[in-house]
């Protein structure tokens, strides 16, 4: 079978790959491209752990067929820190004890890094749908939850 030829952008970085047709996105980025922080928690899209941001918009990278990022933008859970410098989710994360086994956490990451883009100012009700998509089997939800409340806040605070 021949080989598509991508184009793209990950963590603000340009990247080529070669793919086949039926590759999603979650195998390039761990098998091929190294870019093993988004997990396959279930491979049909319904617990988040492979949660990327494709042209800002939020997706489970097991539904997204390798050859769609052509001349997209692409987000991971490895472009959240800069350097040793971490984002401040995972900072609130880490203080909050909002992990566990870390199977879900890149996921919960991306996706509350996605939400705060798009609704600096979040009620609860909103942080706790936004992340539905999000399964967690260890931690509950409550710390995660309030982790990125906390973050939301400290972001607005800041913003002033």
Known sequence: ???THVTTTINGEPVEYLCDASQTMLDVLRDQLGLTGSKE?????DCGACSITLDDRLVCSCLVLAVEAEGKRIETIEGMAH????????KKFVEFAALQCGICTPGFLVASKALLAKNPNPSETEVRFWLAGNLCRCTGYDKIVRAVMEVAAE???TAR
């Open 155 to 157: 972001m607005r605070e």
């Open 1 to 3: 079978m021949a080989k």
């Open 83 to 90: 350097g040793d410098q971490l984002h401040p989710l995972q």
């Open 41 to 45: 928690g279930c491979g049909s899209g």
